[in-house]
């Protein structure tokens, strides 16, 4: 029996809401694996889009105090 047999068998027998779970799981796989063999579609700008910043809401607004280290007045 192959992988594929037996993952089809297991995911029949889950309600539909796993099914739709493993979907997307099995999606997200698929689109990882794409990106690997497809550098070109990895965009700088979605890369930087998906790193998280701890970090106050507004840096504009103290910009002089993130920037250049000034006092706040």
Known sequence: MSVVEIIQ?????LPPQAQAQVLA?????????????????????????????DGPADLAARHDFYAHSKAEE
């Open 9 to 13: 068998q297991k995911v029949f027998q």
């Open 25 to 53: 799981l099995i999606e997200q796989f698929e689109a990882s694996y794409q990106a690997k063999e497809n550098p070109a579609m990895d965009y700088p700008l979605d890369l930087l889009a998906e790193i998280a910043i």
